[in-house]
Every structure is written in C-alpha cells, then in structure tokens.
C-alpha cells in the first residue's frame, strides 16, 4: 500500500503499474533520474537502459506492438530528449500507443540558460512545440498535483492511438504529493469511450454486390485483436484477403499490397465487385501499384482513421467489435445474395534481375530463414533492400508478431523494436537488417546481452546502404557513389567485441543454413552476418520498373536450387 505523501516520480511509476506496464525504456541521464530511482524500488516495473534514446523509443514501440500494453520511453532533457523524437514520429505515423516521460531542468531555471532548457522561456528551444508536433498529447507539468489529472490524460490519448508527452521539470519529479487530497483538476481515469461506428454503409454495399469481394487488412487488425473476426468475415464473404506491409502477420492468401507486395493483389482487386480495406489508411508504400485497379472498383473502409484515398469510411476504434457486428448484419436473411466465390490464387512474386557478383541472394536466404524459424518465432524487419526482401519473400509466424517500420522507415528501428518485441512477448525474435542499419543503432544488442534476451540478429553486410546505391545506380546513371562503404566482418568483430555472443559471419547457402539452426538453439542473443551483393536489385516494384536488363521468373529456379546452390556459385 502507497504512503499518503509519496514524490512524483513514485507516484507516476505507481500509476503505470497498476496499469499493466512491466517495463520502461530509456537513457538515464539528467534531470530523469528520479524516476529511474523510483523504478529501482518498484517491485512491479523494470527499467531497460537502453544505449540510445531512439532504440529506447523503439522499444517502448516493439513492446507495446508486440502486445504486452502502452510502451513507456523515459529520456533525459536537452539533446537526449530530442534524440526521442524520430521514434516517436514512427509510433505516431504508426498509432502505436507510447507514453514518452521527457525530463526537464528545474522549473526555477526556465529561460536562465540551464544546460538542456527546453521551456520555450527567454528564447530557449521549446519542448511542447517540438512535442506536440509527433504526438497526440503533449502537456507540461508544472505542480506536483497536476500530475494527477495530466497522467491518466496522457495515458487515454495514448491508447487512442498514438504517441503522448509528458514533460517533467526535475523538481516536479521530486516534489511531494498528498494522495489523501482532493486533486485539484478530476479526470475520469477509465479508458476512453470507443467510438464505434454505424456499419450500414457496408452492409448495404455488401448486400448489393455482384461478384467477389476483396478485403486489405492493415495494423489496427493486430492492434485490436480481430484476427478471428477478419477470418469469420472473409469466410463468410468468401472474400480474398491481403494485407499492407505493417500488417503482414494479419495473413492472406494474396499477399502484401504496394512497392514490395505480390502481382496477385492488383488482379484481385481489378477482378472485385467490392474493394474494403480495414483499419488500414493504405498510404503510399501500401497503394502503389493498385490506384488505376482502386478507381474501377468500389472501395469501403472502416477503421479507426480514414484512407488517403476517397472512398466510403465507417469509423470504429473498435475493430473487434466492429467487424463481429458486420459479419451479425451479414448472416441469415441478411446475407449477401450477389457473391461469388472467387477462384483460388496462387502466390505470386515480383521478378527480380538476375546478378552475377558473389554473395548470398535475398530469396534462396529468406527461403532459408522460412524453412528454419518455428511457428511462435515475432520477426522484425529494418528498412531498405534487406526489408523489401523480407518482406516479400518471407511468411509471417502464426505464433509471432511481424514488425516492420514502413510510417517513417527509420533505418536501425528493428534493434531497438527487437528487444522490446522479446520482453514484452517472452518468445525468440528474429531480427533481419541490413549493415548500413546496423552501423546507425546495432550497438542496442549490447542491451539485449546485458538482458541475456532470446534475440537473434540477421545482418545483410553488403557494404552499402543498398537501397541509396540502387538509386544511384538506376536513377544516376552509377557515375559515383556515396552509399558503398568498405568491406566489414560484422560476425568476426562482435565475437570480438563480446565473447560471450554468439555471432559467425556466412558467405554461402550451406553455412547460412547451418548457422541457422545453431543461432536458434542459443539461449541468449545470437548474430549472423549474411555475406550479400550491393548490386542485386531487391523486389520492390520501382526500382524493377527502372531496370532495363531481364528480369528473372522466381518460378523458374525451383527452391530446392537455390537452397543447395551456394549464391557465389
């Protein structure tokens, strides 16, 4: 039982506790170490130092992703709470729930020229404008009883979708706080209401119908639970399904939709009666490819935010619910009579050139990965060449949570995500990025050593950042470079590094398989660097459009080949 009189900083640790959050992520450092001292003595919540304030906010975003509840970031003030603020853009253009807890000089020293002042004071850089900018709520505390009204505000406007802000002056943290008066401001501390849509425009549209029906699944899928009512809908529609990259663990038998998704989506959709997307806004990565096929067909959506694209929206923030109700108006009498059952589609995957320069290819390699990772196994995905690649070619676990950050693509996301994927969810997690990702915030393994964390890390080592090289290359006429680095031997130098990390570097197919299978037996951390081309163009459709040498048929080589064949061969 908490005493009547108790500091901020306990108080707000207390508060998250009560709410289900286990961990928190950070950078101790000034002006927040109050509350990593209040996370010390608290026996319900860990503190995760984590090696930099974007991986920390990473992993308050892979945490929460995952499953495991609201993500929590603590950051030190000045230039280490600006450092926050590109992960929190992701979970923001992404509606990943976070509370970021950002500390602040002593309020006594606004606009005095304090090391780290971000009050906004006396020509001083402000927070709140900075903040308020990639969150949803962002409020400065300036007493002790504030806390108890701002707390659970943040805390509901971060579960709504997306990233809230608290900024704490260090003597705020460290004020006191009697619990046994009144606040000052009452707010109702229970979850939001969940607004949740009229579904009649859909069921009208879906009653009326003649023909098949499409269906693109996006993130609040997985968000909200409604995995089963997605399938019972489908099933009940006799509907195809596909899905964004954000939401490649939701499944479908079509594939991803976009610039690294599956030919088969655009001719289902062009074959439709009725497109509906759901909880998906479809932006760009996601539609490309399928606006000429969209504008032929109709289009509904229902989720929590409207598409990029006109189309009839139903709102919901409630998906499960949402869709058990669509799928009640649909059954019985009134059941669509106008459906047909589309024919099976066989999966389909972009073409892709062949190259001749040594190292492992991206599709014999993700085969690879496919065939050694079991069934409860979360995977997430970097940015560039490597993600494209992982996310075309590489199923999803039906166990596990894959993650990708496709709302920013900040490269060197999937470390940070990884480990707050593994806390949170308690399973192994597969990490696959490439170098250039790595040299950015690959030092976070460290943390999941410290922790000793089921996390194995996949490191495409081109010695580029491929996919700036694939630009120059296609769209610059390959007269210079500034993409390509010099050759590195990432396995050879984290062994060194740390001894006690398993890590090996590969070159061919036999030894990526073999290594494989002993990196997933390794309880604790775990590394591979995959020896690959710069030069291999990877399926993401822009870059084939601008490729002017044949394009190689996937169906062409059987897997089997590429499994055996060293790629160097």
């Given amino acids: 039982m908490m005493p009547a009189i108790v500091r901020v900083a306990d108080h707000i640790l207390a508060h998250l506790a009560a709410g289900g959050v ?17 996370a010390h ?20 975003d892979g945490y929460c992703r995952g499953g495991a509840g609201l993500g929590v970031v603590l950051a030190a003030s000045g230039g280490a709470a600006l450092n926050v603020i590109p992960g929190l853009g992701e979970s923001l253009s992404s509606r990943t729930p976070v509370l970021a807890l950002i500390g602040q000089p002593p309020s006594t020293l606004d606009g005095l020229g304090a090391a780290g002042d971000t009050s906004g004071c006396n020509g001083s850089l402000n927070a709140e404008a900075l903040f308020g900018a990639v969150s949803v709520f962002c409020e400065r505390v300036t007493t002790a009883d504030d806390i108890r009204s701002a707390l659970p505000r943040a805390i509901i406007a971060a579960c709504a979708g997306g990233p809230a802000v608290l900024l ?9 706080l009697d619990l046994c008066r009144p606040p000052r401001d009452r707010v109702h501390t229970c979850a939001r209401r969940r607004q949740i849509g009229d579904p009649h425009p859909l069921t009208r549209a879906l009653r009326a119908a003649r023909g098949t029906v499409t269906i693109i699944a996006g993130e609040q899928v997985a968000r909200d639970g409604a995995r089963a009512e ?19 663990d939701v499944t479908g038998a079509l594939g991803i939709t976009g610039a690294m998704g599956h030919p088969a989506t655009v001719d289902a959709v062009q074959d439709s009666a009725v497109c509906l997307l759901v909880g998906t806004r479809l932006p760009l990565t996601a539609r490309a490819g399928l606006d000429t096929a969209l504008r032929g067909t109709r289009t509904y959506s229902i989720g929590s935010a409207p598409p990029y694209l006109p189309c009839t929206h139903v709102h919901t923030d409630d998906l499960q619910r949402s869709l058990a109700e669509l799928s009640r108006k649909l059954t019985g009498r009134g059941r669509p009579l106008g459906l047909r059952t589309p024919e ?46 992982a996310l075309h070619y590489l199923p999803a676990r039906r166990g596990g949570r894959f993650l990708v950050a496709v709302g920013m693509g900040g490269m060197g996301y999937s470390f940070g995500a990884g480990i707050g994927v593994a806390i949170g969810r308690r399973q192994r997690t597969v990490v696959i990025a490439g170098d250039g990702s ?18 194995t890390f996949v490191l495409f080592n081109n010695n580029a950042h491929a ?13 210079y470079s500034y993409n ?83 790629a160097s061969a």
């Avoid at 999966?347 to 085969?367: Q, S």
């Avoid at 996919?467 to 007269?479: K, N, V, W």
């Fill in 22 to 38: 286990t961990h928190v992520f950070g950078v101790d450092g000034e002006n927040i170490e109050d509350l990593f001292d209040a």
């Fill in 41 to 60: 003595f608290s026996r319900d919540i860990t503190a995760v130092l984590a090696k930099h304030e974007f991986a920390a906010a990473a992993m308050a």
């Fill in 168 to 176: 704490l002056p260090k003597d705020i943290q460290q004020a006191e």
């Fill in 230 to 248: 997605l399938e019972k809908l489908c099933a009940l529609l006799g509907a195809r399904l596909a899905c964004v990259p954000g939401a490649k």
């Fill in 344 to 389: 099976p589609v066989p999966p389909t995957e972009l073409a892709t050139p062949r190259v001749e320069a040594a190292g492992v290819r991206y599709r014999p390699a993700m085969k690879a990965l496919d065939a050694a990772l079991p069934a409860d196994v979360n995977v997430v995905v970097d940015a560039g060449n490597t993600g494209a690649a």
């Fill in 438 to 455: 790595f040299y950015m915030h690959g030092m976070e393994l460290h943390t999941a050593i410290e922790h000793q964390l089921p996390v």
């Fill in 467 to 479: 996919m700036s090289a694939t630009r120059e290359r296609l769209y610059y006429g390959d007269r």
């Fill in 484 to 566: 390509r680095f010099r050759p590195s031997h990432l396995g050879a130098g984290l062994s060194a590094m740390f001894p006690e990390l398993w890590s090996t570097d590969v070159t061919d197919m036999a030894a990526l398989i073999a290594a494989l299978a002993e990196a997933l037996a390794t309880p604790g951390p775990s590394v591979i660097s995959i020896e690959c081309s710069a030069d291999e163009i990877p399926p993401f459709a822009p870059f084939l459009d601008a490729v002017a040498a044949p394009a190689e048929d996937p169906r062409d080589v059987p897997d089997a080949d590429y499994l055996a064949v060293p």
